[in-house]
């Protein structure tokens, strides 16, 4: 796969800074399951005096690679850089500190001299019993949302709140039947769930398009209706079900 060519071509480059302590993979490349069309997510821990001579440097290292059609900055788990080369690969690179890792998912190490990701011990995507209880109330508030613009015949935003209520579900979906990657939501669901369930959601979501409302929602509810029933009791004790059944009848009465 191209992903491991760039990644042999990249890590050499990398390691003759002095500022790179170690360099490893996480996401799908890193935990087995990355295919052709897998983005690279690739780490470089470096010291904490040296990050900011590092962040400058980034570019330069990746332009050795390929060219570059695009490339951004941003910050979300760690200093990012998003880069797409002009054979259309993405690559993700990040820099880390030791004391800025954060052991979520696996790794893959690709260069450790000081055995610095030795006691890494990752986490899961799982989601707390706090957060299913959140996206339940989100879901049905988005429930309330959806009501009023389709009766102001606004198709299309309610058919973007459709869309939005069906990402809430798929987290359900997701906790049931794949708890330790929850949090992926539709990341690579064909392979997370059951067949059966996961026809029942394309069903859905063939029917949320404009011209089909109510009735993908309608076939949402009833697939948020089969989850519902398969959370745990303690879960199902928290949820808000006076105002999640209030609404599902309401949207019904959309038919």
Request: proline fraction near 3%.
């Amino acid at each position: 796969m191209e992903q491991w060519n760039a990644i042999y071509t990249l890590v050499p480059i990398l390691k003759e800074d002095k500022a790179v302590r170690a360099i490893f993979l996480k996401g799908s490349l890193a935990r087995g399951e990355g295919d052709k069309y897998s983005d690279v997510d690739l780490y470089c821990l470096v010291y904490e005096d040296d990050l900011e001579h590092f962040l400058n440097r980034r570019l330069d290292y990746l332009k050795k690679y390929k060219g570059l059609l695009f490339w951004t900055e941003v910050n979300f788990v760690a200093p990012q850089i998003v880069a797409v080369f002009n054979n259309g690969l993405h690559l993700d690179l990040y820099t880390v500190t030791k004391e800025t890792l954060k052991q979520t998912d696996a790794v893959k190490i690709l260069y450790d001299p000081e055995k610095l990701l030795s006691d890494y011990q990752k986490d899961w995507f799982e989601l707390s019993k706090e957060e299913i209880v959140k996206i339940f109330d989100q879901l049905t508030f988005k429930l309330l949302e959806f009501e009023a613009a389709y009766k102001r015949k606004n198709m299309i935003w309610a058919s973007r709140l459709a869309s939005h209520i069906s990402g809430d579900i798929v987290l359900l979906v997701r906790y049931i039947y794949d708890p330790k990657h929850a949090q992926l939501g539709f990341k690579k669901i064909n392979n997370a769930i059951p067949e059966e369930i996961y026809q029942e959601l394309c069903n859905a979501l063939d029917k949320i398009n404009p011209s089909n409302l109510p009735m993908g929602l309608f076939k949402l509810l009833e697939l948020t209706d089969e989850i519902i029933s398969k959370l745990p009791s303690d879960i199902n004790d928290e949820l808000n079900f006076k105002f999640y059944d209030f609404m599902s009848e309401k949207i019904k009465k959309l038919l």
